[in-house]
């Protein structure tokens, strides 16, 4: 773990502490104004190991979490934080920390054109059910249909933040319960995408609608393939069934991906010169909806990237 202490002339007011999440991230903001920001979990064991004994130090000082926020769904980022939803259990009675909002991009905050349904038929909930299935653990014996979603059924972020409470004032509270995203009719990044908390600001830099609708796209397909005119709800097994599936798919998909991560692939030529050559791109839809954002407190500026596109909002 690395921890980076940030000072002006009054004092220490800003800690920066780094988790080991391997190819993951972990980190957690504390600012003197008394706020917390955890952002991403890294894998479970790294908030078994790390992050879980920080929580009840924080709740120990009559502190809370004032945002969590889950840049993408890939196991490196979301995982711990499924095991840490699950075991701080009700909302409203948490066992071990007071979350006080969740930005979490699922299934229904992805732009559809296809209008929704009340309820799917019994068919399509079935073959979501088993994309669910195919890649929790859970068996199907462990299931009944006939039953929402509870703590202890869940195997997804989505579906813990469902059945524990968080849905309606944590979860995305700051936009309305709606996608965390850029606002691209926000010109010159107005209020629209600044949020504060106290006297800290954050402003959003991606997802945008285009990054969103890729993965709408990427779903839809999915979707047709099963049925070519697979009906669209605001069922919470969509929420499931989406997460899991795009885990999956980011698994088998992770070679390919991995021919366009930026970073690795970046070519620097003539640097004496000034010249750089960059020949691939990060063209991976999950790592490209990534919610991204700058962290400005007392004159200082964090930027926060997730695995986002390198063709993000600037500011």
């Given at each position: 773990m690395s921890i980076m202490r940030v000072w002006n002339v009054e004092g220490e007011y800003m800690i920066i502490e780094?988790?080991?999440?391997?190819?993951?991230?972990?980190?957690?903001?504390?600012?003197?104004?008394?706020?917390n920001i955890l952002i991403d979990m890294g894998y479970m064991d790294t908030y078994k190991t790390h992050i879980k004994d920080r929580l009840k130090k924080i709740k120990s000082e009559n502190q809370c979490i004032d945002l969590l926020v889950i840049t993408h769904i890939d196991e490196d980022h979301i995982e711990g934080a499924i095991e840490f939803i699950k075991e701080n259990g009700d909302a409203n009675n948490p066992n071990i920390i007071e979350i006080k909002e969740i930005w979490h991009n699922s299934y229904r905050h992805l732009q559809f054109d296809k209008e929704?349904?009340?309820?799917i038929p019994s068919f399509e909930e079935r073959r979501l059910e088993e994309i669910k299935l195919c890649n929790s653990g859970i068996s199907r014996k462990e299931t009944n249909e006939s039953r929402p979603i509870s703590g202890r059924q869940g195997s997804t972020l989505a579906g813990y933040l469902f059945g524990l409470g968080y849905e309606k004032n944590i979860w995305n509270a700051s936009f309305k319960n709606e996608a965390v995203k850029f606002k691209n009719e926000a010109v010159n990044l107005d209020s629209k995408n600044e949020i504060e908390l106290g006297d800290a600001?954050?402003?959003?830099?991606?997802?945008?609608?285009k990054k969103l609708d890729n993965l709408s796209t990427l779903w839809l397909k999915k979707l047709m393939e099963i049925d070519s005119d697979f009906s669209i709800s605001d069922q919470v097994i969509f929420d499931d069934a989406y997460e899991m599936y795009m885990k999956k798919l980011k698994t088998i998909s992770?070679?390919?991906?991995?021919?366009?991560?930026?970073?690795?692939?970046?070519?620097?030529?003539?640097?004496i010169d000034g010249?750089?050559?960059?020949?691939?791109?990060?063209?991976?839809?999950?790592?490209?909806?990534?919610?991204?954002?700058?962290?400005e407190y007392e004159n200082k500026k964090l930027l926060f990237l997730g695995d986002s596109h390198e063709d993000i909002h600037s500011r």
């Open positions: 780094m988790f080991p999440a391997k190819n993951g991230d972990a980190f957690l903001i504390r600012l003197d104004n008394k706020k929704k349904v009340s309820k600001k954050i402003y959003i830099l991606s997802p945008d609608t992770e070679v390919d991906e991995n021919k366009y991560i930026s970073y690795s692939l970046k070519v620097f030529n003539d640097l010249k750089i050559e960059q020949r691939n791109i990060d063209k991976s839809k999950s790592n490209g909806a990534s919610i991204s954002f700058i962290l």
